[in-house]
Structures are given as C-alpha cells and as structure tokens.
C-alpha cells in the first residue's frame, strides 16, 4: 500500500480550516470584483487611451524591467480603485485595488 507524504496530510487540513478563517463580516476582494460592474481599461488599449478615458492616473510608478531585449519595461499607474500595467505602450494587466484595509485580498499598490 502506497503512503501519501505528511505534507499532502497538512495541506487537506489548512484547506479545510480556510473557510473558518474568514469572519462573517468579512469581504473578500474577488467577490466585491464580482459584484461590481468592471469600469478598467481592456487589454491592448494604448496609454493615451487610458488617460484620455480614466484621466491622469494618481501616480505613475517607476518603470521595471527593460534591461534585456527579451524583458521588456513594464509601466505601472496607479488609479484609485485599480492599476494598470502596460508593456510598449498597451495595457496587458489591470488589478482592481483593496478598497479597505479589512478587505481580504492582496495589498494595495499605494503605501
């Protein structure tokens, strides 16, 4: 008979307690994005195009990447409810932000 590894044990277990992690008040940020008509630039629009659709962005983050040919700079605004990436000038990724701080879900952009 075949043993499964200890791990795959902890790994069902933190699964199962997951749900009761969560208080009942709690939002999680994936079901306000649900909920919520998408108001976010699409993919493959131009920069110019966002700025002229959503106006200035609240801040610009500095550029990543570029260094080699194959890593191409990734642009990063920030806008109050998301931020947009682009790459060569077209957006390839918007990620709607944390609306409150008791919001479950990744950290927002803006410190």
Request: a positive charge.
């Amino acid at each position: 008979m075949r043993r499964l590894p200890r791990h795959s044990f902890i790994l069902a277990a933190a699964l199962i307690a997951l749900p009761g992690l969560c208080m009942a008040g709690d939002t999680l940020l994936i079901q306000r994005v649900q909920a919520e008509p998408a108001n976010v630039p699409a993919r493959g629009m131009r920069m110019a195009q966002v700025e002229a659709k959503y106006g200035a962005p609240s801040e610009r983050l500095d550029p990543r990447g570029g260094q080699k040919r194959v890593w191409p700079t990734i642009n990063r605004w920030v806008y109050p409810g998301f931020t947009v990436y682009f790459e060569n000038n077209r957006v390839i990724d918007v990620v709607v932000n944390q609306a409150t701080q008791d919001e479950a879900g990744p950290k927002s952009a803006t410190p």
